[in-house]
């Protein structure tokens, strides 16, 4: 999706350059200078928008793992519990 904004920005910005509609009154590297300036300005505030997208999504990944692996840990401690409970009622009743 961030490529295709930014695709789209930087489309729009240039349809929107007076140096474009003016094709016959400037020199032959206005356009490409004006686009350098346009597109390095963009690709790095996009850029810098991904790699914040990037840190929020491994963030929230690492915590729905620590969730998961919390919710494990209570599964296995409530299986031993039961099962210390089980070997203390055996050792409570030997004929059990």
């Known amino acids: 999706m961030a490529p295709s904004a930014f695709l789209k920005k930087v489309s729009d910005i240039l349809?929107?350059?007076?140096?474009?509609s003016q094709e016959h009154f400037f020199p032959s590297n206005a356009p490409a200078t004006d686009f350098q300036q346009i597109?390095?300005?963009?690709?790095?505030?996009?850029?810098?928008?991904?790699?914040?997208?990037?840190v929020s999504t491994v963030k929230s990944q690492v915590?729905?793992?620590?969730?998961?692996?919390?919710?494990?840990?209570d599964k296995v401690l409530e299986r031993?519990?039961?099962?210390?409970?089980?070997?203390?009622?055996g050792a409570d009743d030997p004929q059990a």
């Open 15 to 20: 349809t929107r350059n007076p140096l474009m």
């Open 39 to 54: 597109l390095a300005q963009h690709m790095m505030e996009y850029n810098k928008n991904q790699s914040d997208n990037t």
């Open 63 to 73: 915590t729905d793992v620590k969730n998961i692996m919390l919710r494990n840990i």
């Open 80 to 89: 031993e519990t039961e099962t210390a409970n089980i070997i203390t009622e």
